[in-house]
């Protein structure tokens, strides 16, 4: 059985649906389940986003009809709403919806999970994970498509936005024809890239410029340019009034360089330091970030580092990069 008719059966079997998405979700989140929601109701079923939290402002252009509803909210407005199936999209696992989504599904709720990462407990066989799926995006659209329900502007925007954000504009080698086929049924409807492109990037303020060049100015290398890396502190984003959020697309910027390999980004909270990872296509950076307790994506991983004692940001940084040159001689994609 393939992923897209275990999705049909599941689809059939259940009336009332509630699809949701990883806490702090991304656009690929939001969008996968904003266009899965729509292409529902047009098959005939009762359906709602719930997420842990409301939709934040930047993302309610996605969200034409006022499908996602923040858990509190929708508690209010829709006390009786029974679903007899929960969608989760962009994620393989309960514990990451948020705790009161949480308590509120309970242990009994049936389960789908539609999604792209690396899935450690969860069977693929009752499941919808495609791990090679550019994006859970790119998933949800061909389950659609299996359903035989149209695509429309609304259905096609959000999707191809959650294309956008997860391949950082079809740059990773997780992009393949499939993607481009879907993607081209979905301009069909009359999106186009510079509507979508804008309304997800175009957005920022001359604040955040300065922010990205304090950013910039932090890159270094090791001695053969294979591996760069930034650092950017908590200070820094709250000095230039910006989201962490805004700061995800800046480690791209060290793909441009030359002989790169792999490039990092450390985000300095305090007692811990995020790292992510972006691979520039030879290197399988999930293994690396799973060498050092996180995971992710082949082209795109992050994990946390924990600050040793007395140890300095610097420290944990040449610390982390010595570990990333030991592992780029082990591991490589083929
Ligand atoms: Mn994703």
Redesign the pocket.
């Known amino acids: 059985m393939t992923i897209l008719d275990v999705f049909k059966t599941r689809i059939q079997e259940a009336q009332r649906i509630l699809i949701t998405t990883h806490e702090y979700p991304?656009a690929?989140?939001i969008g996968s389940e904003i266009s899965l929601c729509l292409a529902l109701r047009e098959y005939g079923k009762e359906v709602f986003c719930i997420n842990e939290e409301p939709l934040l402002e930047r993302y309610k252009y996605l969200d034409q009809d006022d499908v996602v509803h923040g858990l509190k909210d929708f508690q209010k407005s829709n006390p009786d709403f029974k679903p007899d199936l929960m969608i989760v999209v962009?994620t393989n696992t309960k514990d990451r919806v948020g705790s009161q989504l949480g308590k509120y599904i309970g242990d009994k709720m049936p389960v789908l999970f539609i999604d792209?990462?690396p899935c450690r407990s969860g069977d693929f066989t009752t499941h919808c994970i495609d791990i090679t799926s550019a994006?859970?995006?790119q998933l949800v659209g061909e389950m659609i498509e299996h359903l035989g329900v149209p695509f429309n502007k609304k259905i096609a925007l959000p999707i191809y936005t959650?294309i956008i954000i997860?391949t950082s504009s079809f740059r990773y080698p997780t992009v393949s024809a499939s993607t481009h086929r879907l993607v081209s049924k979905l301009m069909d409807t009359g999106i186009n890239p510079p509507e979508a492109y804008n309304g997800i990037y175009g957005t920022k303020k001359v604040h955040h410029m300065h922010l990205l060049s304090r950013i910039l100015s932090t890159a270094a290398t090791n001695e053969d340019e294979t591996i760069a890396w930034m650092l950017l502190r908590k200070e820094d984003i709250d000095k230039y009034a910006s989201d962490v959020e805004d700061t995800h697309a800046f480690i791209n910027n060290l793909l441009v360089l030359n002989n790169i390999r792999v490039a990092c980004m450390f985000r300095d909270d305090g007692d811990h330091i995020k790292m992510s990872l972006r691979s520039s296509g030879d290197y399988d950076v999930g293994l690396i970030a799973q060498a050092l307790g996180g995971g992710g994506h082949s082209h795109s991983a992050a994990t946390i580092l924990t600050r040793g004692p007395k140890e300095t940001t610097e420290q944990v940084i040449a610390r982390a990069v010595k570990k990333v040159e030991e592992m780029i001689r082990k591991f490589q994609v083929v």
């Open positions: 991304d690929d989140g962009d792209h990462h994006a859970t995006g959650a997860d």
